[in-house]
């Protein structure tokens, strides 16, 4: 989702859902954004969340896919900046893989709020803080949350349908 281009979704309330938040600990300025945003948004949804807190963005999937079956979405957050070597393109791709392995493998949705950015000031314009043009904790969490109600609904009317759906 992007600020710039899309229409502002509403925020569902009284979900009662269950969320997971995997938080990386590197680049505690941006974190913090991030945090507050998903946190604020989850609180608006009336969704019941807890926050764990990983290294780095390379650690969220491993955390992810063991928080998911527990719960009705997880919200994956983190921070990764070029540097000048190859590791920014390791750590993004595995990042991305590996959290869209666990929503594919677990069918649970995994909100993806990994800034990858160029510089340190795109990630800070992108986390959620004063004066920043983006809330991509928030984001994350709107889109987890909204997927994880889109499959409760789905699998209601299939299992009334007599289809079965699994999980």
């Not at 990386?24 to 989850?42: D, E, F, N, P, V």
């Amino acid at each position: 989702m992007s600020a710039h281009n899309d229409p502002e979704a509403p925020v569902p309330t009284n979900t009662d859902l269950k969320v997971t938040v995997v938080a990386s600990s590197w680049h505690q300025q941006a974190m913090g954004g991030l945090i507050a945003g998903a946190t604020k948004l989850l609180d608006q949804a009336g969704a019941n969340y807890e926050v764990i807190m990983v290294p780095g963005t390379f650690e969220l999937p491993v955390v992810a896919a063991s928080a998911a079956p527990g719960v009705d979405a997880v919200v994956a957050l983190g921070v990764v900046i070029r540097g000048g070597t190859p590791h920014f393109d390791y750590v993004c791709q595995a990042a991305t893989d590996g959290l869209g392995r666990v929503a594919l493998d677990t069918g649970v949705p995994v909100g993806f709020g990994v800034l990858t950015c160029d510089d340190e000031a795109q990630a800070l314009d992108r986390a959620g803080l004063p004066g920043s043009s983006e809330d991509k904790g928030r984001e994350a969490a709107l889109a987890a949350i909204t997927t994880a109600l889109t499959l409760k609904d789905l699998r209601q009317r299939v299992a009334g349908s007599g289809l079965g759906f699994a999980r």
